[in-house]
C-alpha cells in the first residue's frame, strides 16, 4: 500500500495509491463530482475543513482515528471521502478511500485497505461485499 503525493500544491494530504485510482476512476465517471471532491480536498490541506469521525463498526472494523468528507453535486450519486489522520496530529492526512456511498462501500474500502478488518472470515466477507457492490454499481 503505497502514498501517493500529488502536485498541484498538497502538502499535508497524500493519497494511498488506491485512492489516487479511487479519484481517476471518478474523474472519468463524472467530472463535476471529481471537481468537488478535489475542492473539499484542497480546504482539508489548507485546515478549512474538518472531517466528519468515522467509529467502530462491525462490518468496517475500527475507523477510529479516520474521518469522512461529502462531495455534493445535485444529480450526481452520493459519495464519500475517507481520511486518516497520520502520528496523532493534522500535519498529514492520508485519503484512502474514495468511493460511491452505496452499501458503506468507501467504509469498506478503508477498513480493507487500513486492516482494520482482522478477522480472516470478516475480511474476506467484506471483500466478496465490495467485489459485488461494485459490479452493481458498473451494472
Do not use: W
Not at 2 to 7: A, F, Y
Not at 59 to 79: F, N, Q, R, S, W
Amino acid at each position: 500500500m503505497g502514498r501517493h503525493e500529488p502536485r498541484g500544491g498538497f502538502s499535508p494530504v497524500r493519497f494511498l495509491d488506491e485512492a489516487a485510482d479511487d479519484l481517476r476512476s471518478l474523474a472519468e465517471a463524472s467530472r463535476p463530482l471529481f471537481l468537488e471532491a478535489m475542492r473539499l480536498l484542497r480546504r482539508l490541506d489548507r485546515g478549512d475543513l474538518a472531517p466528519v469521525p468515522l467509529h467502530d463498526v462491525a462490518k468496517t472494523g475500527d475507523l477510529g482515528g479516520c474521518g469522512k468528507i461529502v462531495p455534493a453535486v445535485e444529480g450526481e450519486p452520493e459519495y464519500r471521502i475517507v481520511v486518516r489522520e497520520v502520528g496523532g496530529n493534522v500535519d498529514v492526512v492520508d485519503v484512502i478511500a474514495v468511493e460511491d456511498r452505496l452499501e458503506d462501500l468507501p467504509c469498506l474500502l478503508a477498513g480493507l485497505r487500513l486492516h482494520r478488518i482482522d478477522d480472516p472470515v470478516r475480511r474476506s466477507d467484506a471483500q466478496r461485499r465490495v467485489a459485488r457492490i461494485r459490479r452493481s454499481l458498473r451494472a
